[in-house]
């Protein structure tokens, strides 16, 4: 619903249909960041499963958030 109401606003048919540049980038980096972005949801309830006391557990976690970052090639 909120894809097709931005669509109507920008008044395209795709989302980034003016930056087909970043459109691909984003498009060719998913399927790296995608299996991160899983696992660091998997790490974060085992962590807070844990109560939040599992420093192994949290390293895995920091490490995931530092993967997509970097995957998504900023830190915000």
Known sequence: ????????????????EQDPRLALSIRLRNP???????LQIDLLSRWRASGNNDDALFHALVTTVNGVSQGLQNTG
């Open 32 to 38: 790296y960041v995608d299996p991160m972005s899983l």
């Open 1 to 16: 619903m909120s894809v097709r109401r931005i669509l109507r606003l920008k008044q395209t048919s795709t989302l980034l």
